[in-house]
């Protein structure tokens, strides 16, 4: 969800003219000391392939290589850009870990002035248990060194150290399968259904964590069709039924505590809460879920997980 700007802020169309060219991520791993390159499928939600079939993101972590470019970096600043002329603009990428509740900073390894040409260079590693079940990697860029005069023209630019300005891009990785964002129990019962959602006491979904204690999916392995929690994912169609059930449930409860708004802009949200998870799942849809009325946001959010769980391929 976009979030409201007092100040000029990174556009299509600065990006375009400005030249930006935002290189693919490469991602690897160390194994015995080799770099061994993951392959990524380039959907939506980026799923990472080893051909050695050995790669496992909470026992060999994960190093992320990336080149950023600006060929006309000028046009960023003065009165038509987003700094003033004797600021320094940043690049940085900002690294969320939902499942872990982690957040954190990429600085670059290389920045530096190619001719007229400027160049980024990210090159990170994430070791053993650092991350776990997903990652965000959110390229911005900020304001890094503020001005000591303000030129004419430019009295409306963000001229704070520290502040962003522009995101170039957002890629999102789901090293599980999105069913496990939730606290999964599997129940054996022919006399249950195929699938139910428990509730704890909310106090405040914006500061009660998103847990086993608050959430709780049941998955009743009596049935042929149920999914079977592992690496891969099993009757998929039955999978994206019950996520897109177990979502819409949540976002009606939000509704009713009045903490659907809040969600949506990501107002007061506490890491790991009930509405910073549902957020990220906001974040994540190519859909805008349309909240009107039950029916509307339960068929918008089947859409999204759709194309979730299918790597982009939703029809």
Request: charged share 25%.
């Amino acid at each position: 969800m976009n979030n409201l700007f007092f100040y000029p802020i990174l556009t299509d169309e600065l990006t375009e003219q400005s030249g930006c060219i935002a290189h693919p991520y490469e991602f690897s791993y160390y194994f015995n000391g080799e770099e061994r390159k993951l392959k990524s499928n380039n959907k939506s939600v980026v799923k990472l392939e080893d051909s050695w079939e050995s790669w496992k993101i909470e026992n060999d972590g994960l190093r992320i290589h990336r080149a950023i470019e600006f060929e006309y970096p000028e046009v960023l600043y003065g009165p038509n850009g987003i700094a003033c002329k004797n600021a320094e603009i940043g690049i940085c990428i900002i690294w969320t870990n939902k499942t872990l509740t982690q957040m954190g900073t990429i600085q670059p390894v290389i920045s530096e002035m190619n001719g007229s040409t400027q160049k980024t260079i990210f090159d990170y590693e994430f070791h053993a248990g650092e991350v776990s079940g997903d990652l965000e990697l959110e390229t911005i860029l900020y304001i890094k060194r503020a001005s000591q005069t303000i030129l004419d023209g430019e009295e409306i630019l963000m001229n704070e150290t520290g502040v962003k300005i522009g995101i170039v891009d957002v890629c999102r990785l789901d090293f599980g399968s999105i069913y496990m964002d939730f606290p999964v129990q599997e129940i054996n019962s022919k006399t249950q259904p195929l699938w139910w959602i428990e509730f704890g006491s909310w106090a405040d979904p914006r500061l009660d964590l998103f847990n086993e204690d608050n959430i709780r999916l049941y998955l009743n392995t009596a049935y042929d069709c149920c999914p079977r929690i592992g690496d891969s994912i099993s009757n998929e169609t039955v999978l994206i039924d019950i996520v897109a059930g177990a979502y819409t449930m949540i976002f009606q409860r939000l509704q009713e505590m009045d903490c659907l708004n809040a969600t949506i802009n990501d107002v007061g949200l506490e890491p790991g809460s009930i509405c910073k998870i549902m957020f990220y799942f906001l974040s994540g849809c190519q859909i805008s879920i349309d909240t009107s009325s039950i029916e509307r946001m339960h068929k918008t959010i089947w859409l999204n997980v759709a194309d979730m769980i299918k790597g982009g391929g939703a029809e």
